[in-house]
């Protein structure tokens, strides 16, 4: 263990925190380092940018078009294909 | 636990799909690949996959989640047979190559510019997804499969090390991996820099 991380290292453990809980030691001096660095502090919004735009998606996918929808035409032949597929994967 | 009655019809009855779900699946594939017939195709290949796995639906999310999450695997899928020539794998071996990312003293060879992206500007969200959808597709297929297990659909590092066969530290490698590219991927094609 040493006590001055570099950007590399910081930006793995970065990532890491988003998955898991780091080691308290590990978390501090990660946070110093954010502190005096700002291109990893940016590194640290992007990837939470990033997550935000991911997790938005999921939540609301308010940006769809509801005028858009499945022709008939298109509606007949997704049933179709299913009822074709039915047996053959049950 | 048991389940709403309705959301479990839902999935365990396949000829109901289409009108329970079709708009929405055609809809959303719409937003990203743009073109009907596509987006169709799209939408099929996801029922298809979802009848195969359909055993594995335990309604630990809603039908149109589930069903939502195998379509956006499908998508990324689509977008990376357009964009790939069949001969190139370069970016498997660029991330054996040295990092590009850090020097030898491990500082940012290129450093990382700030985004000036607005969450709550849908146009902005709009933009957003398409290139990340995009930077996803030049992925190789295990990093873009972990990181949307891990980003889009929500899961627990635990749950992917399971549905990937692999272990913690590889689940983090792999996610490090995939965020890092996409990252750089996103600031090369979308968000102007100020250094």
Redesign the interface.
Known sequence: MHWMY????V??MV??S???ALPFYQRVLMRLHLLMCK??A??R???E??????????LH??????S???SND??E???E???N??TD?? | MPKPKTEAAGIEN??S???NY???L???A??RVKDQSIA?DL??ET??AA??ARENFQGQSTGR?WL?AILKHKIVDHIRKKIREPSTDKIETLTDAS?P??DD????SI?????V?N?GN?YE??E??DV?YHCLAELPERLAEAFIK?????LS?EKICKELGIT?TN??VM??RA??S??RC??NRWLSAET
């Open positions: 570099n950007c590399k290292e930006s793995e990532s890491e988003m998955d898991r291109y990893c940016r590194y919004e992007q990837l940018t990033i997550r935000a735009a991911s997790r938005y998606e999921q996918g308010k940006e769809l078009d509801d858009q929808a499945l298109g509606k032949r997704l049933k294909f299913l009822k597929h039915l994967t049950h | 396949p000829e799909w289409v009108d079709g708009d929405f055609y809809r959303f719409l937003a169709e939408v099929q029922f298809l009848l195969r989640t939502t990092d990312d850090f003293r491990g500082e940012w450093r990382p510019g700030k985004w992206v969450p849908l969200q709009k957003f997804l990340l891990r980003e889009m659909e929500g590092t913690a689940s983090w996610l490090y965020r890092m996409l990252r996103l600031e």
